[in-house]
């Protein structure tokens, strides 16, 4: 038995929209998946995962798509003004936050692993990436955010672990470049504070951040296996702020932090 399509939700995030807009567009043309798949140069399985909003594609796809569905190159346009000629690189799990990023009043977040990505290099990016240069530019241009004139950037708190800054991500100078970025972005409204090695704290659970949107409205992203996951459970949201608060108990101020952070750079990363 054929499995039966997935029902998608355009407004949910561009990967939804965009892949319901080629479901569309084929069944119009009355194809199915693997009679796309022969007349284009992607498989019917590839087709599938784009149209059921779950993995990303080139802007190629949507141009093999327009000149064999005659579509005017209706979705070529929607690609471009979706993702800006890029691939759609964030996973289905996490394509939807960069939208609460970007209306965000508020971001508090503890990462106890890396570097959060909001403040990562390119270069500790691309290590973490795989070399993935669609995903490093989409993740780079996500930090537009804490830059931006209007609205105002929201207000960044974030709070990582020692252990975070002495962790070898890639080579020396990339560490020693992605400390001392760290410690420079601290500002009226970008707060990073350390967990001092040895302090006990109960953030070993895995990472997190709350977003604080117009209205005090609220969500949050947690980090867990296999892959991460959106909240706006109002239990939940309250036990990512309780435990949000009882880490922040551990961590030294920003201007302490700032320090440390470079001191750390010298010592352990200078090139």
């Given at each position: 038995?054929?499995?039966?399509?997935k029902?998608?939700?355009?407004?949910?995030?561009?990967?939804d929209?965009?892949?319901?807009?080629v479901r569309?567009?084929?069944?119009?043309?009355k194809?199915?998946?693997?009679?796309l798949?022969?007349?284009?140069p992607?498989?019917?399985?590839?087709?599938?995962?784009?149209?059921r909003?779950?993995?990303?594609?080139?802007?190629i796809?949507?141009?093999?798509?327009d000149?064999?569905?005659d579509t005017?190159?209706?979705?070529?346009?929607?690609?471009?003004?979706?993702f800006?000629?890029?691939?759609?690189?964030?996973p289905?799990?996490?394509?939807?936050?960069p939208q609460?990023?970007?209306?965000a009043?508020?971001?508090?977040?503890?990462?106890p692993?890396?570097i959060?990505g909001?403040?990562?290099?390119p270069?500790y990016?691309?290590?973490?990436l795989?070399?993935?240069?669609q995903a490093?530019?989409?993740r780079?241009?996500?930090?537009?955010?804490?830059?931006?004139n209007?609205?105002?950037?929201?207000?960044?708190?974030?709070?990582?672990?020692?252990?975070v800054l002495?962790?070898?991500?890639?080579t020396?100078?990339?560490?020693?470049e992605?400390?001392?970025?760290?410690?420079?972005?601290?500002s009226?409204?970008l707060?990073?504070?350390?967990?001092?090695?040895g302090a006990?704290?109960?953030?070993?659970?895995g990472?997190f951040?709350?977003a604080t949107?117009?209205?005090?409205?609220?969500?949050a992203?947690?980090?867990s296996?296999?892959?991460?996951?959106i909240?706006?459970?109002l239990?939940?949201?309250?036990?990512?702020?309780?435990?949000f608060?009882?880490?922040s108990t551990?961590a030294?101020?920003?201007?302490?932090?700032?320090?440390?952070?470079?001191?750390?750079?010298e010592?352990?990363?200078?090139?």
């Amino acid at each position: 038995m054929p499995q039966r399509p997935k029902t998608l939700t355009p407004s949910r995030g561009p990967l939804d929209l965009f892949g319901s807009e080629v479901r569309r567009y084929r069944e119009l043309g009355k194809l199915s998946l693997a009679q796309l798949g022969n007349q284009i140069p992607y498989s019917s399985s590839m087709i599938s995962a784009v149209e059921r909003g779950e993995s990303g594609c080139e802007r190629i796809f949507a141009e093999e798509c327009d000149r064999v569905l005659d579509t005017r190159e209706a979705l070529t346009h929607l690609h471009d003004g979706l993702f800006d000629g890029r691939t759609a690189a964030f996973p289905e799990h996490f394509a939807d936050w960069p939208q609460y990023e970007t209306t965000a009043e508020t971001l508090r977040s503890y990462q106890p692993l890396v570097i959060h990505g909001l403040l990562q290099t390119p270069s500790y990016a691309e290590v973490l990436l795989y070399g993935d240069q669609q995903a490093v530019q989409s993740r780079i241009d996500r930090q537009i955010i804490l830059t931006r004139n209007e609205p105002p950037p929201p207000r960044l708190i974030y709070i990582l672990p020692e252990r975070v800054l002495r962790s070898r991500v890639g080579t020396a100078a990339v560490m020693y470049e992605q400390l001392h970025q760290l410690a420079d972005a601290v500002s009226r409204r970008l707060s990073v504070q350390v967990i001092p090695d040895g302090a006990p704290h109960p953030g070993n659970l895995g990472g997190f951040t709350i977003a604080t949107l117009p209205g005090n409205l609220q969500t949050a992203y947690t980090l867990s296996e296999p892959h991460g996951r959106i909240l706006d459970g109002l239990s939940e949201l309250e036990r990512l702020h309780q435990r949000f608060a009882d880490i922040s108990t551990y961590a030294l101020p920003a201007e302490l932090s700032a320090a440390l952070i470079k001191e750390i750079a010298e010592e352990l990363w200078k090139p």
